[in-house]
């Protein structure tokens, strides 16, 4: 796929440094007619806000969107307020997320609140995207959907939870599923991370737990260093373009996984 004059949704983008901030931006760069900048919280507004700035810099058209992914009916209203604004809409990148740590041990602490944001938000919401933007998709013949999943997904790394892992292999597994679901209309992959720098890991450990683990992790990866945003945003756009590829999982850790 050329992006250049496409349409896409990026959810969870409206932060000022992270993975959908730089899907936003790399999309607009290369020529991306409009992007939404999807946020959850009233909170964040300003900040994604500025994320739009910076799309429309590039060059696009930014349509900010305030939407929590686990609401069905929010969702439905993005996917049409898309359309409405820029007539099409042509890519998909579920990136939105949470989290709640949790030690993995402490199956006491997997409260049904906890089960319940981390499968709404992680697994329900990529899927309740999809099939919100699909007969949208459907009308230009060629979509292409990037889901954004974990290496706690695959193995039990991390420090976040069961359910959070639980939830993100669900994507990696419903990935494959919905790739033959709505071929040969729409591609369905997705890019499996490791520890990214940023916000969004920061706010989750701390600012010292933060320091610690990205310094211990990076001794640990063959890259000798942990991913940042754009090493994501950059295998998010790869398969985005890559007209062939459907129903798989790119995992973008650094080699963190093939480690003795």
């Not at 930014?62 to 929590?68: F, G, Y």
């Amino acid at each position: 796929m050329d992006v250049k004059g496409k349409v896409a949704v990026v959810t969870g983008s409206g932060s000022s440094a992270g993975i959908g901030r730089s899907t936003v931006v790399r999309l607009a760069q290369l020529g991306a007619r409009g992007v939404v900048v999807n946020h959850a919280r009233d909170s964040s507004r300003s900040k994604a806000q500025v994320v739009a700035k910076e799309a429309e810099q590039a060059g696009s058209e930014a349509l900010v969107v305030q939407a929590d992914v686990s609401d069905d009916g929010a969702v439905r209203d993005m996917m049409a307020a898309a359309h409405d604004t820029f007539g099409r809409l042509d890519i998909l990148v579920n990136n939105a997320a949470t989290t709640v740590r949790v030690r993995f041990e402490d199956l006491e602490g997997l409260t049904e609140e906890v089960w319940a944001r981390n499968l709404g938000v992680n697994l329900k919401g990529t899927f309740y995207c999809i099939r919100a933007a699909r007969s949208f998709m459907e009308e230009t013949g060629d979509g292409a959907v990037v889901n954004i999943s974990s290496i706690a997904g695959i193995r039990a790394v991390g420090s976040s939870s069961i359910a959070y892992g639980a939830a993100k292999a669900g994507v990696i597994n419903m990935t494959m599923f919905l790739a033959r679901a709505l071929s040969p209309a729409i591609r369905v992959n997705c890019v499996t991370a490791g520890f990214v720098k940023g916000q969004w890991m920061q706010e989750s450990l701390g600012d010292d737990r933060y320091e610690t683990a990205l310094e211990r992790t990076s001794e640990r990866i063959p890259r000798g260093r942990v991913a940042d945003p754009d090493d994501v945003a950059h295998a998010v756009v790869s398969l985005i373009e890559s007209d062939f590829i459907t129903g798989q999982n790119l995992i973008c850790d650094g080699g963190f996984l093939i480690r003795d």
